[in-house]
């Protein structure tokens, strides 16, 4: 293999304020500004960095303004592409402000922006096929973006925050390997040293979330309370399903709902009459639940933190207060540290001994023009973790698929990977499927991926249980009263009361990768490898027609489904055909040592 850089830079353009007319001036950069250089002396791994400034102050008295970079769209470093891509450009973005999504974009032009990773396939002369892939990173003060254009693609960096005259930074990494799978793994992992974070084979999966849970949040929203808690867990207890943890969500704290703020660090008193320890005492010593987890707000509460409430009153030093006045838990790492520290073991003293953190992409946006993503999100993250070491470090980092935050989260283990599961709307699973399965490729290989909540009694309920287990991370129901299909959840527990887990998360196989398997006659096929046997999961998404699975066995093959409780062996040489309908789900089970012995088409 000749091993060349996937990119090349070809222009280099700043967006400058100018100091005496407050306008925004578009300036070109030096191309000296840029280095491209193999990382650590990887032939086949390359760092994209760049080092520029908007030029000197009129004078050389500091309280004299001068020009300073925009806060967004501050440098951009345009590219063209080694290579042309052979096929569609897998493209993960950030399509909201906190959460990311696949496109398969047909040329350069079509790449969206938000773009935090690339993937595509080229072919070489001699027919040999290599992959690339191009990842792009949040720095120490710096966010980078990629987005596309008809000449290439485009690096897009950003500080969120006004009066920066300097940008010394890492934008991005660039690899070539045989795999798919190997390219993202050389760019995460040469990123993850560079920004200093732990990637998911150094953590350990959390022991406290290894068995089947059950969250408050699709079936009692905010509106949760204790009496409602008991009510449901008395009828899991009924139906004999093993509940080995609990999360209650948003509406257990003492928060001002009006304005959306946090009063305190205590439970609500109407809802929780007799305290946090009362509820999770019931939990485990009535119904044999072992662990018990809360929500919070990464801001506090939605709106931050209530001015006249005894938290502002109390650790006033440990906040920072935004230009319009909302208070937020405070940027250095000391301040975040005694916030959550204080929180966290108040709770710890309920009882409770994991935490789901929310709404960590909002913090950017309360402080632009203030704090630098770096700023916004190192510190706060260090304290954060720091303080959940009083009840064993486990955290879900949930609304985080923004790079300022996955990027400074240094020791969390989980991480949601899609917008909310959506039960009520049957028609959305396609889109939050492939937003879990596609964006695991990434942050799979940080994190243990939470493909979210999930309910048993569900037109899909079979294919999206099924899809939480190869998901590698936390398996969770969140059925409301009345409303549980036991067989569904008793299947995907052990008898030692723990979900099977796979030894790394579940990812699209190389077919799926750069096909929209809503369009595709292949349906989405995830592959995991579970112990000594190799597992695919193919789900049925795409709504107008069937979508057919062609299996040729060069080894022995048991194949689950489509329909319910069918089960199908192949045997050596032996071929079968599936069709799925939407929603559907046909598993395939494969010793490991053979699992390059079935072709799926």
């Avoid at 948003?250 to 703020?261: A, E, H, L, T, Y």
């Avoid at 799979?444 to 569900?458: A, R, T, V």
Wanted: hydrophobic share 40%; with cysteine.
């Amino acid at each position: 293999m000749n091993n060349v850089c996937p990119i090349d830079v070809v222009r280099v353009q700043s967006s400058i304020l100018k100091e005496d007319t407050h306008e925004c001036k578009e300036c070109a950069v030096p191309a000296t500004a840029v280095n491209i250089e193999p990382h650590h002396g990887d032939d086949a791994v390359w760092s994209l960095s760049i080092c520029t400034e908007t030029g000197l102050a009129k004078s050389e008295q500091k309280f004299i303004a001068c020009d300073s970079f925009a806060p967004c769209d501050a440098v951009r470093v345009d590219c063209k592409m080694g290579a042309a891509a052979d096929g569609e450009i897998l493209a993960l973005y950030q399509h909201k402000e906190w959460w990311m999504r696949p496109a398969w974009c047909s040329t350069t032009a079509h790449i969206p922006f938000g773009t935090q990773l690339l993937l595509w396939r080229r072919k070489d002369h001699d027919g040999s096929v290599w992959w690339n892939a191009v990842l792009a990173i949040c720095d120490a003060d710096f966010r980078t973006d990629i987005r596309g254009d008809a000449q290439g693609i485009e690096f897009v960096v950003s500080s969120n925050r006004m009066g920066m005259t300097h940008i010394a930074a890492t934008l991005g990494f660039m690899s070539v390997a045989a795999t798919p799978y190997l390219a993202v793994q050389a760019c995460v992992s040469a990123a993850a040293g560079h920004t200093g974070i732990s990637t998911r084979r150094q953590k350990p999966f959390p022991e406290n979330l290894s068995g089947l849970g059950w969250c408050t949040w699709d079936s009692l929203g905010q509106n949760v309370n204790e009496r409602n808690i008991i009510e449901k867990m008395q009828e899991f207890h009924k139906l004999g399903v093993p509940i080995s943890w609990v999360l209650i969500d948003d509406g257990w704290s003492d928060v001002d709902r009006s304005r959306q703020k946090l009063r305190s660090f205590d439970a609500d008193p109407e809802r929780f009459p007799q305290g946090l320890r009362h509820t999770v005492d019931v939990l485990r010593k009535q119904f044999g639940v072992k662990h018990v987890g809360v929500w919070q707000a990464f801001q506090g509460y939605w709106n931050g933190i209530d001015p006249d409430g005894p938290i502002a009153s109390t650790l006033g030093d440990c906040l920072a207060r935004r230009r319009d006045g909302v208070l937020v838990p405070g940027p250095m790492r000391n301040q975040a540290a005694r916030f959550w520290g204080d929180w966290d073991s108040a709770l710890e003293k309920q009882g409770v001994d994991f935490l789901k953190v929310d709404s960590q992409g909002s913090i950017a946006v309360m402080t632009m023009g203030q704090e630098s993503f770096g700023a916004a999100t190192i510190g706060r993250h260090q304290g954060l973790e720091d303080a959940s070491n009083c009840m064993g470090g486990t955290i879900i980092n949930c609304m985080a698929m923004t790079p300022e935050n996955f990027w400074h989260s240094e020791r969390a283990q989980v991480i949601r990977t899609s917008d909310d599961f959506l039960p009520r709307s049957p028609e959305s699973l396609d889109e939050h499927i492939i937003q879990n399965a596609y964006c695991s490729l990434l942050l799979g290989q940080l994190y243990y991926p939470d493909w979210d909540m999930f309910w048993s009694e569900h037109p899909y309920a079979w294919a999206s249980a099924l899809a939480r287990v190869f998901s590698g991370g936390p398996v969770y129901c969140s059925d409301a009263l009345g409303h549980t299909n036991a067989s569904v959840l008793r299947s995907i527990v052990g008898d030692d009361g723990k979900v099977l887990h796979p030894d790394s998360p579940g990812v699209p196989v190389e077919q799926s990768l750069l096909n929209d398997p809503r369009l595709s006659d292949t349906p989405l096929g995830i592959r995991a490898p579970f112990g000594d046997r190799e597992m695919t999961l193919y789900i049925g998404l795409r709504k107008q027609d069937e979508q057919h699975v062609r299996l040729v066995a060069d080894a022995p093959v048991t194949v689950y489904g489509p329909a319910e409780g069918a089960v199908s062996r192949l045997c050596e040489s032996q071929h079968a055909d599936f069709r799925l309908a939407y929603g559907q789900a046909l598993l395939v089970d494969i010793p490991r040592r053979h699992a390059e012995g079935v072709i799926a088409g």
